[in-house]
């Protein structure tokens, strides 16, 4: 089940049990870092109802709790009718719903991602007309102008993705090599200390770097953690010049080359990958969170959401293929094969949506 099922399960529950009129009911999306006890998710929808309905609550308890409690009852009679399907409900203290899915729902969540990323995380198709904005960074002048031109550029196709007409084709899932115009180009053409910078470092690792953090006009020697300058240039690229895991940039295109390769490999015979549930669920659920995060980043216009998330689902993809279990512990671990395409496929097209190509081999 994905979050846009979740989401309308939990409407059409709530517009039942308490008589609304579905469009007097707030979209609130289900989210994984929200859940409690183990679930794959929980709605905040409860208590955002309260307002509404509270002069047909009785006078006594937590209104946030009698609201929960007669969605999750809606939603017990809409399974046991057979209109839905869930593994568990509960609700908690904050009058929020908590759900675990079945074995076959989050199959079928991950299948949807690996199937179509970039419809899974906006929920429609990108078939458009239209072009992707895309500066070239190297015509600014100063490194700050190029880290506005990204940010710009950012913002622009993450309002394009999620706005109201359909956006033009996105990331392709062809091969996609490592070279960069600017590190594999003729170094004598870039004068300008923006140009200097894109050639030190590269337009991914720059435009990961102008992304990843929240001031507009950051101070020239502020990073975003470690050696990780917000303007990396000629003199201090930082981090950004490594080929290493403390290179963002690096870090999360080499994750999308390993998960493209592990869906290859899969593909050819090789045994999937095993991992325990709690290293799968983390995965899992991010991929699950993917919708809303998107979502919110475009509304806030605030680009290093995306960047963070991205870098969340790329550690967790790689606590999962490192797992011991397998070896250690094989009767712990279970094969996920839906797993793999499916990071790659919201790792490409958040790196699409940040200007940035994802390499397909190691």
Partial sequence: MTPWGLEALAREAASRALGLDP???????????HADRGADAATAL???????VRDRLPGRGDPRLLVCGRIAAELTAM????RCDFAHLLG?????????LTEGQRHALLSAAAADAPHYLTGRSWDGEGSW???????AGPVAQAR????????????????G???????????????????????GDLLTPAGRALGTVGEASARVAFCRSIPEHPRESETTGGDLPVLPSEGRPGAWVRLTDANPAFRLRYAHAHAVSLSRWAEEGAVPHAACAEHTAAPRGLLFDGPSVLDTAARREEPHILVRYLEALASAYDEW??????SSSPERAVPEPALPPAVAGVLRTGLFLLGVSAPTRL
């Fill in 79 to 82: 399974r046991d009718d057979g």
């Fill in 133 to 139: 904005p895309s500066s070239a960074l190297h015509e």
């Fill in 92 to 100: 908690d203290a904050r009058g929020f719903l908590n759900v675990t």
């Fill in 23 to 33: 469009a007097e009911i707030p979209f609130v999306w289900p989210r994984h870092d």
């Fill in 165 to 187: 007409t359909a956006p033009p084709p996105g990331p392709g899932d062809g091969a996609s090599g490592w070279r960069d115009p600017y590190l594999d180009g003729d170094p």
């Fill in 321 to 326: 293929r490192t797992c011991p279990a397998a």
């Fill in 148 to 163: 506005r031109l990204a940010r710009a550029d950012a913002r622009d196709r993450i309002a394009l993705a999620t706005g």
């Fill in 46 to 52: 409860p208590p955002r109802l309260v307002s509404t």
